[in-house]
């Protein structure tokens, strides 16, 4: 049920949220009123008004012997009307929203925006995961596409800023009101904002229905390192007469050459691998069980002494069998054992010889991923393999209901052979531990999000709830936490592929140069960036006669600059050096028309050459990152493009064969890197 508007004011004005002067009037006497400055708002409150404009509860600009009247007209409209609410009317100014909701997975979010009639209309609004710092409010209300009605617009004058930051401060900043409400909703609508400060005019409080409780919170992080790399893996589910899953995974781990044990009840050997009866008499810290749900909680409870069993069955909550889920978990924890999964593929690392895909093992790297598909992952592992990507740590964690992304990522972030992570999530389980894990990590991490627009709100009656979408929010976690938030498996895959090349490297200056054929395509490039958030600085000023001198005519940035079989391999490092001493560039982006060397020439040197040619001007730039884009790539011979990724790889650049790829990638390492 709502608290009434007077009572949510006096918390308020306790808070030190400045309110409209006020009486309550609760009677038909509104004697007291008179002591109010005209003109007055008089408003009804009951256990029915819950919008009270929509419901005509609201009445603006009276004089206090208009009351009695006004109030009785309200009374024969309006059922249980409790009383009434008279104060001043604020002055004009810029109408605002600041609300609290508490989202089913990161907890409470503040939200702020245009407010009062705008709300709807045009939801414009930013939010921030609570508690907030100074910097998010202000990045909050300067993302709004209207803030500039807050510095002042066509000749009216500018808000108080440092007011309306206090305020989304005192709501949602640490020590503030959201950590006190039982959210619920909270939600002030309209705050009028002006020169002077800002008012609170309007405001509501639903608190939480009971059973609305915060994520739970799980306990400290275990040691993973024998789930990568176990000193033995069990295998239970295979059969010694039908091949299945079970027997698929036998087949993986003996040419993957880890010690093998297979769990069978009767057999003594199982294709080749010797069989125990049960987990009880393994000696392993690393199962993976492949049997029927019903079947599983009673061979997890077997596995004393193992420290990790992974259960790759699915049947469990995703299935709507919660109960049999939660009979698993427990079942986990009287063995002693860690749960991986169920519902998930199992785990893929090259230095510790495990692996849930077939067709061998790639080479041990330093990035790593967090999936909850094992079909994604395994995807990603070998697409990603293809492109030059070298794995650390690959997990995938299905339905969660033990080990969790967030525990994940904080091994991760001390794993010293780990340099990036990749997550791709569907249902977080533990959304406010994963956001603190990816604060706390100073690796760079970027995220895939299945399903964003499907989760929905518990609290979605008042304005604020029905403004806090999934997209949004993973959108504000990746912004506050200083992660990359992509949308494709691709761009996934584009981005660690960056960040393994330039992870570690620091930067100078805070610029990006593209550099490159074709007026055409560098039209399409500038637009690709604009798109992805880039910005293209214009080139230094006094670097075209410069460039003259080497042939080519600054138009700006990009930068056109001939590539192809006839022209001069070395050129474009000249260039890019002749720009670069002027002012430090963060990234360059060279790109490449490979259609252009097989039409107009006939043979892979002169694009060897520039690429080698490239890869010394990254050795020459070790504070610039430098990208290859390989446009038309498939029209190059079978190899070519392979050779050009090894050439780039040895000098640590990344190779793309699109520049909205490029891109994305370039964005999501802008985040990381500076010095």
Request: net charge negative.
């Amino acid at each position: 049920m709502s608290v009434y508007e007077h009572e949510v004011k006096a918390l308020l004005s306790e808070a030190g949220v400045p309110v409209p002067r006020g009486v309550v009037i609760h009677e038909r006497d509104f004697t007291a009123a008179g002591q109010l400055a005209e003109p007055l708002v008089l408003k009804a409150f009951g256990p029915g008004l819950v919008h009270k404009s929509d419901a005509g509860a609201v009445i603006l600009g009276l004089r206090a012997a208009d009351l009695p009247a006004a109030a009785a007209e309200m009374r024969s409209r309006l059922p249980d009307v409790a009383g009434f609410l008279v104060e001043e009317q604020a002055d004009a100014g810029v109408e605002l929203i600041v609300g609290v909701v508490r989202d089913v997975a990161f907890g409470p979010v503040l939200l702020a925006g245009l407010g009062g009639v705008w709300t709807e209309a045009l939801r414009d609004t930013a939010l921030g995961l609570c508690p907030v710092s100074e910097r998010d409010a202000r990045r909050m209300l300067d993302s709004l596409r209207g803030s500039p009605l807050l510095y002042g617009l066509r000749g009216a004058p500018p808000v108080d800023m440092d007011a309306l930051v206090k305020l989304l401060m005192t709501v949602g900043g640490p020590g503030g009101l959201w950590e006190r409400l039982e959210l619920g909703e909270f939600e002030l609508n309209p705050v009028i904002a002006g020169p002077s400060g800002v008012v609170a005019v309007d405001a509501r409080y639903v608190p939480a229905e009971s059973g609305e409780a915060s994520p739970a919170v799980r306990p400290g992080t275990a040691d993973f390192l024998p789930l990568f790399e176990p000193k033995a893996v069990a295998v239970v589910g295979a059969s010694t007469t039908r091949p299945n899953f079970g027997n698929m995974f036998l087949d993986f781990y003996k040419s993957a050459g880890i010690p093998l044990v297979a769990v069978h009840p009767e057999a003594d050997e199982v294709a080749g691998v010797r069989a125990v009866p049960s987990l009880a008499h393994a000696d392993v810290d690393y199962a993976l069980v492949a049997v029927p749900a019903d079947r599983c909680p009673d061979v997890v409870r077997q596995a004393v002494g193992v420290s990790f069993v992974q259960v790759m069955s699915g049947g469990f909550a995703e299935a709507d069998r919660a109960g049999l889920e939660d009979t698993l978990v427990e079942a986990a924890r009287a063995a002693g054992t860690r749960l991986l999964g169920p519902n998930c593929m199992g785990v893929y690392c090259p230095r510790g010889r495990q692996t849930f895909v077939g067709g061998g093992l790639g080479p041990a790297g330093s990035v790593a991923l967090i999936s909850q598909s094992g079909g994604l992952a395994g995807e990603v592992i070998k697409v990603g393999e293809r492109r030059g990507l070298a794995f650390s740590r690959v997990v995938t964690v299905g339905n969660a209901a033990d080990v969790t992304p967030a525990e994940l990522l904080r091994w991760l972030a001390k794993d010293p052979e780990t340099r990036a992570v990749g997550l791709y999530l569907e249902d977080p389980r533990d959304g406010r531990e994963l956001y603190e894990a990816l604060r706390a990590t100073d690796l760079p991490v970027v995220l895939l999000v299945g399903g964003r627009s499907g989760q929905g709100q518990q609290a979605a009656a008042s304005h604020t709830g029905g403004m806090v979408s999934d997209r949004r929010i993973w959108e504000t976690v990746a912004e506050q936490a200083g992660a990359a938030l992509v949308s494709s498996q691709d761009d996934l895959i584009g981005v660690l592929t960056f960040f393994q090349a330039h992870g570690s490297r620091v930067t100078e200056g805070d610029g990006v140069l593209v550099v490159g054929p074709s007026g055409g395509a560098s039209v399409l490039a500038a637009d690709a960036f604009d798109a992805a958030g880039v910005r293209l600085d214009p080139l230094p000023a006094d670097v075209p006669a410069e460039l003259r001198g080497l042939g080519v005519v600054a138009s700006g940035n990009p930068l056109e600059v001939p590539v192809g079989p006839l022209g001069r391999a070395g050129l474009v490092p000249e260039v890019i050096d002749a720009i670069v001493r002027r002012r430090p560039c963060r990234d360059v982006v060279a790109h490449v028309n490979v259609q252009a060397f097989f039409t107009y020439g006939n043979a892979a040197e002169p694009l060897y050459a520039y690429t080698r040619a490239l890869a010394g001007a990254q050795g020459a730039l070790p504070r610039t990152r430098v990208t290859l884009v390989t446009r038309n790539g498939e029209c190059a011979p079978a190899g070519v493009e392979d050779e050009v990724r090894r050439i780039a790889a040895a000098a640590g650049i990344p190779v793309y064969r699109t520049m909205e790829a490029a891109a994305v990638a370039v964005a999501a390492g802008g985040r990381h890197g500076a010095a």
